[in-house]
């Protein structure tokens, strides 16, 4: 069965922290994805990566860095966490290729800032 | 840059009947893939249909259908028999180069016993 998981469900941090979010999945796929979502927002997309080592920016970068070093393994960096972090994340990942492939969605980490 | 519109926030519909849940999608891509996911209050994103933007047929998977109107730019989700575990938000999306996903804001859906 397709799996992808997050370290945490939820998680408070303080102002200031360096925080990690993780995300693994096991279907071997190329791509994964890091969105966050907001009230009224959707989800939006923070970064992803094509594979290993790859990274491309989304649409909301800023405060963000990402790590690739495995293929299954994609996490998600708040390098100095402020209030405005506060979301929920979400990871996906698909295989490479335009197409009906869906993506598939970890559990989601909800995050508190404060 | 695409961009996804549902403009309902947030609908009721009673157990057993249809509900439409809307969305409008914005892009110059002349190929490109438009997919619904529903969430509930668990939080998972569960994916219930896709749609091609050169499939001629509307897309149905079970109870889901999609009502896709190219000229429009329209791809409203159809659900029928309307069933209490039906109650969750509802995402519209786009699909991008390098299959990033566009979403629209959402839909809750309430359905009523």
């Known amino acids: 069965d397709v799996k992808v998981t997050q370290s945490s469900r939820y998680l408070v941090k303080r102002t200031g922290e360096k925080v990690f979010l993780e995300c693994v999945q096991d279907m071997d796929h190329e791509n994964m994805f890091w969105y966050r979502q907001d009230p009224g927002l959707g989800l939006r997309l923070i970064y992803f990566s094509y594979d290993v080592k790859m990274k491309e920016k989304g649409d909301i970068p800023e405060g963000y860095s990402v790590s690739r070093e495995k293929k299954e393994r994609f996490s998600l960096i708040l390098e100095s966490a402020s209030t405005n972090q506060t979301s929920m994340y979400l990871c996906a990942s698909t295989l490479w290729g335009r197409g009906q492939d869906e993506q598939y969605f970890g559990p989601g980490t909800r995050l508190t800032v404060t | 840059a695409q961009k996804i519109t549902q403009t309902q926030p947030g609908m009721f519909v009673q157990e057993k009947e249809a509900v439409t849940l809307d969305c409008t999608y914005d892009?110059?891509?002349?190929?490109?893939?438009l997919f619904w996911y529903k969430q509930p209050s668990s939080g998972e994103m569960i994916f219930l249909i896709y749609?091609?933007?050169?499939?001629?047929q509307n897309a149905t998977e079970g109870r889901y259908s999609l009502n896709f109107q190219k000229a429009r730019k329209s791809a409203n989700l159809v659900i029928s028999a309307s069933q209490l575990g039906d109650s969750a938000m509802y995402f519209c999306?786009?699909?991008?180069?390098?299959?990033?996903?566009?979403f629209g804001a959402g839909t809750i859906l309430r359905v009523k016993s």
């Open positions: 892009t110059s891509d002349q190929s490109y893939g």
């Open positions: 999306a786009s699909e991008a180069y390098g299959n990033k996903l566009v």
């Open positions: 749609q091609g933007s050169y499939d001629e």
